[in-house]
């Protein structure tokens, strides 16, 4: 990864990071369900109107809005209303990380080296030490939760790469629009979901209330939530998974709990207990052993495809004019 990418990724954690905050004040004023709909909707709506569907197959773009946009957030935002900490639940949905490397290696072929095997059960150990010192002070049913959430989430990286990677005609995806035309998928389920389980009297309540005179800081951690966390960096997190294996680029969001952490404990005086940060610094520990091995498999899969293509390059020239060039095994292996 380019030290320019690894800013961006950067700017992604600060943002997400935060953003924890605001999905904290946003489901203490809205049914969970029912803001994760509100997020979306936001953006969809100008979406449909203004900015150009890409063309990539509808299948990889309804996984990507599901799996991202709906799962994620219905799971995380319901979790959070049950009672889990805003900073624990910015560290155990991270679990995204692994999740996404398995996923990538059971459906992508991405192959996992050593030290990302080595780093995948490291960061499991130490999600593990997490649930196990929550269920001992509280109820376990919002660490799971938020697992489905990471889950949710990994599923979604994986229907982002396959839409970037699977444009018609070979034509370039816009990684903005990719991730603008995402949200448009999860509002119709979301919305259904609230209505069915929250009710229309609740979500009717509480929309009329943040336009109150003291609702403002719910519309505040709306904006935050749907400009800077959805559009800005859910676009570059898009971006990132464009252009590197989803084993290298995934790893990055177990830095948001550094982020989630510090600023709950800031401002909302959250404390958490030696065990979860000891779990904490294990999983963090874990990412940096995925992403090591990420990049030495990017790298060897480069210099792969260079002398392929090396070795392939007299044969083609000996073909006659206009007829066609066949592609090596093992050039299209490594794409």
Known sequence: MTNRDRLLGLAVVLLWGLNFL?????????PPLFFA???FVVIAVAVVLLVPRP?????WLLLYGLGFGAAQYAFLFIAMRAGMPTGLASLVAQSSAPFTVLLGALFLRERLRATQVLGLVTAVLGMALIGWDRARHAALLPVLLTLASGLGWALGNIGSRLAAAGGKSGEKVDPLHLSLWMAVIPPIPLFALSFLTEGPTADA???LAAFSATGWPALAALAYTVLLATVVAT????YLMSRYPAGVVAPLSLMVPVVGITSSWIFLGERPTALSLVGGVIVIAGAFAVTSG????????HTVAETSASDAAPALRERPAGAEEP??????AVG
Not at 235 to 238: E, F, K, P
Not at 327 to 332: G, I, K, N, Q, T
């Open 22 to 30: 605001a999905l904290h004040i946003g489901v203490e004023h809205f």
């Open 37 to 39: 709909g509100l997020r």
């Open 55 to 59: 063309r990539v197959p509808l299948r």
């Open 205 to 207: 309540h509480a929309l």
């Open 235 to 238: 676009g570059l997190w898009t």
């Open 294 to 301: 990420g990049r030495a498999r990017a790298t060897a899969s």
């Open 327 to 332: 592609v090596p095994e093992d050039v299209r």
